[in-house]
């Protein structure tokens, strides 16, 4: 099991934004530096949902805003090491539909359930194998400065 | 021209963010980009030498696919290419 370092700041401000944009789906960019250890993420960067057909149950971002993250990411110094969402009323895990349309292996996609407008659980799964057909989630401990936050139910 | 390489591929880029290649076309960088990097190839292209459909690419900040001439449009040494595949999913 991978450890994704997330700042306080950081675990708080995803969890925050999933409450806002309830009851639809948020989503966002972890911005980080890789390290021997994994991931030490450093700013989360809000992002829109153009699924605003279907935002209660599905995110997707305009990849020319993955750009403009990216572009600003470099000029930190930093790169790209997840992407955040929410479950509105729905368990923090990966679905189906979160499988198949991730692509950014390597990099660690965090999920929070979000009830009620409440933000419960948040996980962490980091997209692993050598090819897109060989794809698969591994579930992550989320690592907040010295407090551990061993995978979550709900 | 500068083509910027997404994280989960810059394994297979010799671990660099940014790789410069000479070309004349989106096609043509793409070219000297696998040519210099071919694990890169099974990545961003399917058997049928195809681009994958979940990889966008941005000549600047324009969707390729949008651009009349799509990988035929031309290119100049102060253009940049990002690599950027798709972020979506749901409950």
């Given at each position: 099991?991978g450890?994704l370092?997330?700042?306080?700041?950081?675990?708080?401000?995803?969890?925050?934004?999933?409450?806002?944009?309830?009851?639809?789906?948020?989503?966002g960019?972890l911005?980080?530096?890789?390290?021997?250890?994994?991931?030490q993420v450093?700013a989360?960067?809000?992002?829109?949902?153009?699924r605003?057909d279907?935002a209660?149950?599905?995110?997707?971002i305009?990849?020319?805003?993955?750009v403009?993250?990216e572009?600003d990411?470099r000029r930190?110094?930093?790169?790209i090491?997840?992407?955040y969402?929410?479950?509105?009323d729905?368990p923090?895990q990966?679905?189906?539909?979160d499988?198949a349309e991730?692509?950014?292996?390597g990099?660690s996609?965090?999920?929070?359930?979000v009830?009620q407008?409440?933000?419960?659980?948040?996980n962490?799964?980091?997209?692993?194998?050598?090819?897109?057909e060989e794809k698969?989630?591994?579930q992550?401990?989320?690592?907040?400065s010295?407090?551990?936050?061993?995978p979550?139910r709900? | 021209m500068?083509?910027?390489?997404?994280?989960?591929?810059?394994?297979?880029?010799?671990?660099?963010?940014?790789?410069?290649?000479?070309a004349?076309?989106?096609?043509?960088a793409?070219?000297?980009l696998t040519?210099a990097?071919?694990?890169?190839?099974?990545?961003?292209?399917?058997?049928?030498?195809k681009?994958r459909s979940?990889?966008?690419?941005?000549l600047n900040?324009?969707?390729?696919?949008?651009?009349?001439?799509?990988?035929?449009?031309?290119?100049?040494a102060?253009?940049?290419l990002?690599?950027?595949?798709?972020?979506?999913?749901?409950?």
């Open positions: 099991m450890i370092h997330l700042t306080r700041a950081v675990y708080e401000a995803v969890r925050a934004h999933g409450e806002e944009t309830y009851p639809h789906e948020c989503c960019a911005l980080g530096k890789s390290t021997a250890d994994g991931w450093e989360a960067v809000r992002a829109g949902n153009t605003t279907s209660h149950n599905r995110y997707q305009a990849p020319i805003e993955l403009k993250i572009r990411a930190q110094g930093l790169g090491a997840g992407f969402h929410s479950h509105p729905h923090a990966w679905s189906a539909t499988l991730a692509h950014w292996l990099c996609y965090v999920i929070t359930s009830a407008g409440k933000a419960m659980a948040t962490s799964f980091e997209l692993t194998g050598a090819t897109e698969r989630f591994e992550d401990t989320i690592d907040i010295d407090e551990c936050i061993a979550q709900g | 500068t083509i910027f390489i997404p994280t989960p591929l810059r394994l297979f880029a010799g671990g660099h963010d940014a790789v410069e290649v000479t004349a076309t989106v096609a043509e793409l070219e000297a040519q990097h071919p694990d890169l190839r099974k990545h961003l292209f399917s058997g049928e030498g681009l979940f990889v966008n690419l941005y900040d324009e969707d390729v696919r949008y651009l009349t001439a799509k990988e035929a449009t031309a290119v100049t102060a253009d940049t990002s690599i950027i595949p798709s972020i979506a999913g749901g409950k």
